[in-house]
């Protein structure tokens, strides 16, 4: 059987099969699984209830950004060294935007899709970019916020590192493979 059957199999049956190793421990160990997973709705639901107001403070923060074209404008500042590096210019906005907003990224990402062939390096460099660095703010702004973590400067940090790490390396990946 070649691996890509054994992968697409593995994928289909590993959540099914978690589920029910879950609830076949739960069984065993007597635990009221309803009753367990009403209470953690429960707790769904408060964690939710915490997590709006940070949640509509980004997604404000990032609308703000893209409306004014403060994001395009330091893209426009930076086409020279772009051109050193040979980097499409098209691709520093979602560079920046990524580590804010995952939507925001996505609304990037299709325009660089709409102004370039699906087939081009730009596109190409912008689907392993977009796959490649994580939402930073606002994991620290809704995660970090709904469990009242106030002082985050190490993990901030160590995000915008490893979404700059996640750029360089898409970038490297990009260039080895489509360039």
Known sequence: MPIKEIIDLISLWALPAIILIILTVAIFRKVPIYEAFIDGAKNGV?????????????IVAISMLRASGAIDSLATLCCGFLEKINLPADVLPLAFVRSLSGSAAVGVFSDILANNDVNSYTSKLSAIMLG??????????????????????????????????????AIIVARFFFA
């Open 46 to 58: 408060k964690v939710t209830g915490n997590i709006i107001p940070y949640l509509v403070a980004i």
């Open 132 to 169: 490649s660095s994580e939402t930073t703010f606002y994991v620290l702004t809704v995660y970090f916020g709904a469990v009242g973590i106030k002082k985050y400067r190490y993990a901030l940090l160590t995000g915008l590192s490893a979404d700059l790490i996640g750029i360089i390396m």
